[in-house]
């Protein structure tokens, strides 16, 4: 089948060759700027589409934040298929653009905001809601009968470990054993607007942890361990709550699980029908360390290099898009462009100026390239954003923020 997105494993320019064009692309454009690398971005759908082995990849938008490069992403082909959404509101914003097939991936009680999904749903887009306790379910009920329609939800279904000293995984749904998923489906009988047509399993203490960071062998050598000791847990967990529902009759449309760090291994898991991940696609310096895969940096954004206060220090305008998360160095955008520049400890990325040091050839007027440490999440800084093919700017799509959309 002809692809609308070509998109090969072509080995693509060296790295430094292409920041070096991306940047020389920028040339007369206000600053500071998002970018895309359109090379980067369609050889890393190939590549994660080849991961997954086959099963198709629902796109984590919180990972993306650009209407364009969803349906990009979407356009590709079978590999990738369904949009897994980070806010209820959201979900009717990308359903009011014409997207279909969306999985909310995270519940809410609000009942201002399911009145406004429930209407969505009542004039017949396709979203489902996620659900893990009794009252997601009474929330969702109560919008459903005053809307006067039913409702889809999936089950999150609990990935995380306790081990001695250490939780290993996020902290979500309490839905950690096959007893208490038949509890909640037990109950769902109670909910007679809403029918559980899904479930999400999301392991990511696999598929977020990097595990071949430079300078952390020791660490790199215990999350490994307990990566490989947490797989087939994860895979047999999830195989006995899919099984437990299908035998009470569940008529489950999906399983999702796993994201970009975990494409291969949740891939093998015979009970999952499709994935869930985004960051891939755009490659942010977070996943640069997985030891499985290498994937191309593909988003960017470009400082002006305003000032100097003397030899060897030059300063940028913007740059502080410091990642969420638990805090630390390696949450903060990184230069890389031109190559040996580096953020300075004690300043950081900063609110509005941000000293780099390493060079003594920058000068005021240049760009500098940088990355950011997650995806996505720094595009809610910037209304819009470049898209470059061969380093030449093809295109300028809106951001989020620029379509207006701001969820949390
Ligand atoms: C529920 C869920 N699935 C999948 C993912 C994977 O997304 P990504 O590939 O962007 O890491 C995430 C990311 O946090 C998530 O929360």
Same mark, same amino acid.
């Given at each position: 089948m002809k692809r609308a997105v070509e998109a090969t494993l072509q080995p693509l320019l060296p790295q430094a060759q292409r920041y070096a064009k991306l940047a020389a692309g920028l040339q007369g454009m206000a600053l500071p700027c998002a970018l895309v690398d359109l090379d980067a971005f369609d050889s890393n759908l190939a590549a994660m589409a080849q991961r997954a082995a086959g099963k198709p990849i629902r796109l984590a938008s919180k990972s993306l934040r650009v209407p364009a490069l969803i349906r990009r992403a979407l356009a590709y082909g079978p590999a990738y298929s369904g949009i897994l959404c980070y806010s209820v509101a959201e979900a009717v914003a990308l359903a009011e653009q014409?997207?279909?097939?969306?999985?909310?991936?995270y519940p809410t009680c609000q009942p201002a905001v399911l009145d406004v999904f429930t209407s969505a749903v009542a004039t017949g887009r396709h979203i489902v809601a996620m659900v893990d306790c009794e009252q997601h379910l009474l929330a969702l009920q109560a919008a459903a009968d005053c809307a006067g329609t039913s409702l889809e939800v999936a089950f999150d279904l609990d990935m995380s470990f306790d081990l001695p000293g250490l939780h290993f995984g996020v902290y979500r749904s309490p839905l950690n054993t096959p007893g208490k998923v038949m509890a909640l489906y037990t109950k769902l009988k109670d909910y007679p607007s809403l029918q559980l047509v899904g479930v999400m399993g999301y392991e990511a203490q696999i598929a977020g942890?990097?595990? +071949?960071?430079?300078?952390k062998w020791v660490e790199n050598q215990v999350v490994r361990w307990l990566k490989a000791w947490a797989t087939p847990r994860v895979a047999a967990r999830r195989q006995e709550m899919v099984a437990a529902l299908r035998q009470a009759g569940a008529l489950l449309r999906f399983v999702n699980g796993g994201g970009t760090g975990s494409l291969v291994s949740t891939a093998a898991d015979t009970s999952v029908t499709e994935l869930g991940a985004g960051s891939g696609l755009y490659t942010p310096t977070l996943f640069d360390y997985y030891q499985d895969f290498q994937h191309e940096p593909a988003a960017f954004f470009a400082l002006e290099a305003c000032r100097s206060a003397g030899t060897g220090s030059i300063t940028c305008q913007g740059g502080g898009y410091v990642a969420s998360g638990a805090a630390g160095k390696h949450k903060l955008p990184q230069p890389v462009?031109?190559?040996?520049l580096s953020l300075l400890g004690q300043e950081? +990325?900063?609110?509005v100026q941000t000293p780099l040091f390493g060079r003594t050839d920058v000068t005021v007027g240049d760009t500098v390239l940088f990355r950011p440490a997650k995806a996505g999440e720094y595009l809610d800084r910037f209304n819009s954003v470049l898209l470059l093919r061969d380093g030449q700017i093809v295109e300028q799509v809106p951001t989020y923020r620029g379509m207006g959309w701001q969820f949390f």
């Open positions: 014409g997207m279909d097939d969306i999985l909310v991936a942890v990097g595990d +071949a960071v430079p300078g462009w031109p190559a040996g950081g +990325a900063g609110e």
